[in-house]
């Protein structure tokens, strides 16, 4: 018995983490059901037509929501500029993206990039998957050279073809997250939006991702970086 104890212990250190983790998510299931009954929004993708010169509403929700819940900080919003891997327009030219930072190398950082993630594409109560993207009205995330996007809902983080040799980590998406807003979430017109989810929830969400529960966000000028301007 001695001797087992140690591995015991070791196996109970390596367990717990995994447990809560996938006791975390079914609460975090189970918190949607603040939004059962409730029409749940349609899969949407809006490209970027011109620059509009400022962010919209619904993303500076996003962003402040971000600050509540998550740790890590703003890289900016707005930026009127082509997208770094092509020709259109990025969907930041009109104030529709916020680039959150975490960096992949930070085991931390990776673990609350990787469960924000999971939390926008889980499926709600009714089996819905991506719920929470959906009512937030998020049509695309970049995420360490993978992508999700609501042309391809059902393809969960696919590979992201930017990646590749002698791209930076920044175009790889390995040093921040990359979320866009169709129009209707950049409005705030989306259910997550319109509908004031319980206090409860929020709450609950910010344990689950690690986040403070308050407002943690830190200017993004304070970070060395330029307020309201993208710069990815
Ligand atoms: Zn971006």
Redesign the pocket.
């Known amino acids: 018995m001695k001797r087992t104890l140690p591995l015991m212990c070791l196996l109970v250190f390596l367990l717990i983490p995994q447990t809560a983790s996938a006791a975390a998510f079914n609460r975090l299931t189970a918190q949607m059901d603040a939004f059962a009954g409730r029409a749940l929004d349609s899969y949407h993708y809006d490209y970027a037509r011109g620059c509009t010169g400022h962010v919209q509403r619904g993303t500076l929700a996003l962003q402040s929501w971000l600050g509540h819940h998550v740790p890590g900080v703003s890289w900016g919003t707005y930026n009127c500029r082509r997208i770094r891997s092509g020709s259109i327009l990025s969907l930041?030219a009109e104030g529709r993206?916020v680039?959150w930072h975490l960096d992949v190398r930070k085991p931390a950082d990776r673990a609350a990039a990787n469960r924000l993630v999971r939390a926008f594409l889980a499926p709600d109560a009714a089996g819905r998957p991506t719920a929470m993207a959906r009512r937030m009205g998020i049509q695309e995330i970049i995420w360490n050279c993978r992508v999700w996007s609501t042309r391809e809902p059902a393809a969960g983080m696919r590979p992201y073809s930017v990646c590749g040799r002698g791209v930076s980590r920044t175009l790889e998406h390995k040093d921040h997250l990359?979320i866009g807003l169709n129009w209707r979430g950049a409005r705030k017109r989306t259910s997550f939006w319109r509908l004031a989810a319980p206090a409860k929830y929020h709450r609950t969400l910010a344990t689950l991702l690690g986040g403070q529960g308050s407002n943690s966000m830190q200017m993004v000028g304070a970070a060395g970086f330029e307020p309201a301007t993208?710069r990815?």
């Open positions: 930041h993206a680039d990359h993208s990815v």
